[in-house]
């Protein structure tokens, strides 16, 4: 069982490019995100999915685009990179997004650290 | 939104006890959860906690008080395989999560 993979492992960009994040999971999990990491600043939501066909804006979501054609894929895209968005981006799965009970315990991919210049 | 903090850094020697506090404020609250990361690795699911008190989990343990707004990780026999960054983080009303910057424990022989 893979769990969640994420590609490319690592990319620089120039400034201007569009790119495309991809993650995909095999757990059927409902739920997926897109995170990003930067130093001092912790894990920061970028946009989510709770169910295929759906998503939403999360904390820091301007510059970045998602889409969720189905349960297993959930690609994250700059559409113009810019240097601020230089950081560590991380897809993570949960069972589901909302319930009545149960722990929807988040789980994450090996990340795909972004460097644009 | 969500405010949660906890210390930078913390140093503990090999076998000994360290706990990493972390407190929020947050609008909703539905659980909080505890993971590990390892340097240019994912984070790692530890512990979570909804209800007040202590989870035990073999060397970690996670506590919660609703009320203060207040959580710890308990690491207990410390290892050297235990450096890594401790992420507190909390679930909203939405079953967001909303993460603190990391503590970074570094363990000592």
């Known amino acids: ?117 | 939104g969500q405010n949660i903090d906890q210390p930078t850094e913390m140093t503990a020697t090999e076998g000994a006890i360290v706990q990493i506090n972390c407190t929020y404020q947050t609008s909703g609250f539905n659980g909080l959860f505890w993971y590990q990361q390892h340097a240019g690795e994912a984070p790692t699911f530890l512990s979570y906690n909804v209800l007040d008190g202590l989870e035990e989990k073999g060397r970690f343990s996670s506590f919660l008080s609703r009320s203060k707004g207040y959580s710890y990780l308990l690491l207990k026999e410390l290892q050297m395989k235990d450096s890594a960054s401790y992420l507190c983080a909390v679930r909203d009303g939405d079953y967001k999560l909303s993460f603190g910057a990391g503590t970074t424990v570094t363990v000592r022989a």
């Open chain 1, 1 to 117: 069982i893979a769990g969640i993979t994420q590609a490319p492992t690592s990319q620089i960009l120039a400034a201007g490019r569009r790119m495309t994040l991809r993650c995909t999971q095999d757990m059927r999990h409902n739920a997926m995100y897109w995170y990003r990491q930067d130093l001092g600043l912790g894990l920061r939501l970028i946009h989510y999915s709770n169910t295929a066909g759906t998503t939403g804006k999360g904390e820091v979501p301007d510059g970045y685009s998602v889409s969720r054609a189905n349960t297993d894929d959930f690609p994250l895209t700059l559409a113009s990179a810019v240097p601020s968005q230089t950081s560590v981006y991380f897809c993570a799965s949960s069972d589901t997004a909302s319930t009545s009970g149960g722990t929807d315990t988040q789980y994450f991919g090996p990340g795909t650290r972004l460097t644009v210049l």
